[in-house]
């Protein structure tokens, strides 16, 4: 999996179905990958109009796949994936966008069934990568 991370905004609502945010998730804003603490890149499932998006296939990564990310510089960072949880759509893993620490990543989606009442899906899942050096 590789992903430029110069061209993910960094916003707090994602806007289609391939757009995807780094460090950011309403109020809580977390580290560029590769800096202190845990890079988080949001991605959408699927999207109502068009179908599958840029995350579809996250539930089929596994632990000591590789993930390389390109930096605004242009430097290719590589992490090694470790876990993948999937938690109520409510819920995050303990240390999600802290800014200290080792450096690592989380790549998180949705999951589970879709709720029509909630409009969303009943769980999101969360895959934390460590990085290779």
């Not at 000591?64 to 409510?90: M, P, W, Y």
């Not at 240390?95 to 009943?122: I, K, N, Q, R």
């Amino acid at each position: 999996m590789t992903g430029n991370v110069s061209e993910f905004p960094t916003v707090t609502a994602l806007s289609g179905p391939q757009n995807m945010a780094v460090g950011a998730d309403g109020n809580k804003l977390g580290p560029v990958p590769g800096a202190a603490g845990d890079a988080v890149i949001d991605g959408h499932l699927d999207w109502w109009t068009d179908g599958p998006a840029v995350f579809w296939k996250l539930n089929e990564i596994r632990p000591g796949a590789e993930i390389d990310i390109i930096d605004a510089g242009g430097a290719k960072l590589q992490f090694k994936v470790t876990t993948l949880n999937s938690l109520h759509r409510s819920g995050e893993p303990a240390g999600m966008f802290t800014t200290t620490g080792t450096p690592m990543l989380t790549l998180y989606t949705c999951a589970g069934v879709w709720e029509p009442f909630a409009e969303t899906y009943s769980e999101r899942l969360f895959v934390e990568a460590v990085p290779l050096r």
